[in-house]
């Protein structure tokens, strides 16, 4: 099993449509995760952090479940500007490593 | 704030030819990191640093060098390009701490022939 795993898409939605991602990740001592928001040929940013149950910012909801072993994103009325590709981040134990998934990748049609 | 550059922006190199990716931060963080990012195969750790004189081996560390000798900068050296390192690579900083947020700077897209 890969320490990180995300479901590659493409996920298509028209605006304005909910959308959720999961990724599911492998080390139960995981303590926080991350996902990052990548551009077509731009580098990752940022996007929400979770460390607890969950986070929640504007349109974004990131869920943790800790039994299972996987977090989720949801999107809210989505945006044509969502459209990118969504990494999953989950930090080693040691804490100096990060260990991405592959992404998942979205388009939002007009 | 510049935040974290790299240069070049593309190269091209023949097999076996060597050259050093540069990369530089601004911002006084700890921590820096060299990723390479395939299609299809996400972001994988090359080679990082907890400061300056300390390095160490991601993932997929073979064919790669690194040094730090200063705080802002972590250069990557391929020693002898092979056509299996054609790829975009990203460099990282981040304060400290594994719940403090990676910085990436642009990427180098790199063609080995």
């Known amino acids: 099993r890969k320490e990180v795993e995300q479901d590659p898409g493409p996920f298509n939605v028209p605006e304005g449509a909910t959308v959720a991602f999961n990724c599911t990740y492998s080390n139960s001592a995981s303590q926080s995760f991350f996902w990052y928001r990548q551009d077509c040929r731009k580098e990752p940013k940022l996007l929400m952090s979770?460390?607890?149950s969950g986070n929640e910012d504007g349109r974004f909801t990131a869920q943790l479940n800790r039994a299972s072993q996987y977090i989720s994103l949801l999107i809210r009325d989505s945006k044509l500007s969502d459209s990118a590709t969504y990494l999953c981040v989950v930090p080693d134990t040691g804490g100096f490593k990060t260990i991405f998934g592959a992404g998942t990748r979205l388009f939002v049609k007009a | 704030n510049a935040g974290v550059t790299q240069t070049p922006k593309f190269q091209v190199l023949k097999t076996g030819q060597s050259m050093t990716l540069q990369c530089a931060q601004d911002?006084?963080?700890?921590?820096m990191s060299w990723y390479r990012q395939d299609p299809g195969m996400g972001l994988r750790l090359i080679h990082y640093?907890?400061?300056?004189?300390?390095?160490d081996q991601g993932e997929v560390p073979n064919g790669y060098n690194v040094s730090r000798s200063t705080t802002e900068d972590f250069p990557l050296r391929l020693l002898s390009a092979a056509p299996s390192q054609t790829s975009v690579y990203f460099c990282?900083?981040?304060?400290?701490?594994?719940?403090?947020?990676?910085?990436f700077g642009p990427g180098t897209r790199l063609t080995v022939l």
């Open positions: 911002m006084n963080h700890e921590y």
């Open positions: 990282a900083s981040r304060s400290g701490g594994r719940a403090d947020t990676q910085y």
């Open positions: 640093s907890v400061g300056a004189g300390i390095t």
């Open positions: 979770v460390y607890s």
